[in-house]
């Protein structure tokens, strides 16, 4: 009697097939996740410099309400330069909690905690030969300022184990976002950093690259702008007048 072999359908891949294919998925995945990576990096500065414009528009209104002052240092008294500007930020009155400002927070700040990321000149310089300025705890009148396309008044705030993490009203390091020494610059590179004296500006928030550390800052004509973080000296955060 003849037998009869017939043909088996293959519903399945083979060991081989199925090693091929993962490693394509692989590859391509090896090929994508650094373009995606940038990609969502690149977004999250997107957002930053959109937030500090807005600020600056804020600062901007503020200014024209309150006889061309705006808020600077706050140390140890009086409201923070963020609760001033909340009803120029759509809230009404600047009492309410300003968590609700969405503004204040850096998407690439890395603690998610953090309710404001950013931080604004309180350096004040009496004379033009003075080169070490004090800290200011009250607003100053941008009238009569000169070069406010040269004048840094926020910048991106800088992370790490001296600074302290702000989640409500009055929380430790509640008035230590003030930059008023060359210390709290992102140039100082100091690998020992305190509370008092350590780096308050982001030196690495949006670098371009392992070599170009760098960061947001909102200038006083209200453009923003990276730059590299050894180029920002104190001479960026001097307001000069007529003196």
């Not at 910048?155 to 009055?170: C, L, M, P, Q, T």
Request: a positive charge; one cysteine or more; hydrophobic letters at 40%.
């Amino acid at each position: 009697m003849m037998r009869r072999w017939f043909a088996v359908p293959r519903n399945a891949f083979t060991l081989v097939e199925l090693l091929v294919v993962i490693a394509i998925i692989a590859l391509l995945m090896g090929i994508l996740l650094p373009a995606l990576t940038a990609a969502r990096k690149q977004g999250q500065a997107t957002v930053c410099r959109s937030n500090l414009r807005q600020i600056g528009i804020a600062l901007n209104f503020y200014a024209e309400a309150w006889n061309f002052f705006i808020p600077r240092g706050t140390g140890s008294s009086g409201d923070t330069w963020f609760q001033q500007l909340m009803p120029y930020l759509g809230e009404r009155q600047k009492t309410q909690d300003y968590r609700t400002v969405k503004m204040y927070r850096c998407p690439s700040y890395p603690n998610k905690n953090q309710t404001v990321c950013y931080v604004i000149n309180g350096w004040k310089f009496t004379s033009p030969t003075d080169m070490t300025g004090q800290a200011i705890e009250e607003p100053t009148r941008i009238l009569g300022l000169k070069k406010l396309d040269t004048k840094i008044l926020i910048a991106d705030s800088e992370d790490g184990a001296w600074r302290k993490i702000i989640s409500k009203v009055n929380d430790p390091g509640w008035f230590e976002n003030d930059v008023w020494s060359t210390n709290h610059l992102a140039s100082n590179v100091s690998a020992t950093q305190t509370e008092a004296d350590g780096r308050r500006v982001a030196r690495t928030r949006h670098s371009k690259g392992t070599t170009m550390p760098g960061c947001h800052y909102l200038f006083l004509d209200w453009h923003v702008e990276w730059m590299k973080a050894d180029d920002v000296t104190y001479k960026l955060w001097r307001f000069e007048y007529d003196f």
